[in-house]
């Protein structure tokens, strides 16, 4: 895969194609233990969140960066599991109640490219968690899982694959 640039928030995103993640027929919306979540529009892996990428580019700078990421085989893969996750995001008048429903990603570069950042950076920077949020409730952007303290905060549990069947589907209106 090509390097995907940084985004204006300094996020590093990796673009994925919907059609190796999403089986066909995959419904718009479905119901998880009483939330209807929405399919996103666009997939991706996150390698790193605003935070990290700005400290990175401000730390080793975005040639480095790219230099890494050029040194790894990125061919994320999904696996067929799936998790729904819950944060309770701060804002301006109370809380925020979102979910996701992420699919974890095979992608062995992904911890070695942010093993490779940590070491060139010294910045402590764990192997994160490799997915995609297929769909959301409360924030059309997901719920950011940028490392595993983040992701064992956020999981509720694991989700069947026949719980995205048809049959979980709920009525578009």
Not at 38 to 65: P, S
Not at 124 to 147: K, N, R, W
Request: charged share 25%; aromatic share 8%.
């Amino acid at each position: 895969m090509r390097w995907p640039g940084f985004r204006d928030d300094s996020a590093l995103i990796l673009p994925l194609d919907p059609a190796m993640l999403l089986p066909p027929g995959a419904p718009m919306r479905l119901r998880l233990d009483g939330h209807v979540l929405e399919r996103k529009h666009e997939l991706h892996m996150t390698l790193l969140g605003r935070e990290a990428g700005r400290a990175l580019r401000d730390g080793i700078g975005d040639a480095r960066i790219r230099a890494l990421f050029d040194a790894f085989d990125w061919q994320p893969r999904g696996t067929a599991r799936y998790a729904l996750m819950h944060k309770a995001k701060p804002q301006w008048d109370g809380p925020l109640m979102a979910w996701s429903l992420i699919e974890h990603l095979q992608a062995p570069a992904f911890a070695g490219f942010r093993h490779a950042l940590a070491q060139a950076s010294g910045l402590p920077l764990d192997c994160g968690v490799p997915h995609a949020t297929l769909y959301v409730a409360g924030d059309p952007y997901g719920i950011g899982l940028g490392d595993i303290e983040t992701y064992r905060r956020c999981f509720v549990r694991e989700v069947a694959a026949s719980e995205l069947a048809p049959d979980a589907r709920v009525a578009a209106r």
